[in-house]
Nanobody, 119 residues
Framework: QVQLVESGGGLVQAGGSLRLSCAAA????????MGWHRQAPGKRRELVAT???????NYAGSVKGRFTISRDNAKNTVYLQMNSLKPEDTAVYYC?????????????WGQGTQVTVSS
C-alpha cells in the first residue's frame, strides 16, 4: 500500500505565502509523476501543478508565476510553494503520486490539507 501524508496548510492573508509538503510512504518500487490538485467548495477538483520524476513541471494558468512545485526523490516528497496568495486560492489541496509496485501501477491521493486565504 502507498500512503501520502500532506502538511503545511493553514490560514493566511492575501498576498502571503504557504508551503505544502506531501510525503509518500509504504511499499513501492518507484514514483513517476507527482502533483497537486485543489477543490474549492461547490467546485470540481482542478489541477494545480504536476512534476515528473525528471523534474519537468506543468502549472495551471491561474497559478503560473505564483506557485512552484518541486520534489525530493530521495525523500519521496513533493512540495508546493505558494506565493502571492489570493482569496480564490482557498480550497482543499490534494497531492497525488503515480506509484509502481510489483505487478501494479496506479495513482494515489492524499487526504487533503485546507488552505484558506483571507482578504
Amino acid at each position: 500500500q502507498v500512503q501520502l501524508v500532506e502538511s503545511g496548510g493553514g490560514l493566511v492573508q492575501a498576498g502571503g505565502s504557504l508551503r505544502l509538503s506531501c510525503a509518500a510512504a509504504g511499499s513501492f518500487l518507484s514514483i513517476d509523476n507527482m502533483g497537486w490538485h485543489r477543490q474549492a467548495p461547490g467546485k470540481r477538483r482542478e489541477l494545480v501543478a504536476t512534476i515528473t520524476s525528471e523534474g519537468t513541471t506543468n502549472y495551471a494558468g491561474s497559478v503560473k508565476g505564483r506557485f512552484t512545485i518541486s520534489r525530493d526523490n530521495a525523500k519521496n516528497t513533493v512540495y508546493l510553494q505558494m506565493n502571492s496568495l489570493k482569496p480564490e486560492d482557498t480550497a482543499v489541496y490534494y497531492c497525488n503520486a503515480y506509484a509502481r509496485r510489483i505487478g501494479l501501477a496506479m495513482n494515489y491521493w492524499g487526504q487533503g490539507t485546507q488552505v484558506t486565504v483571507s482578504s
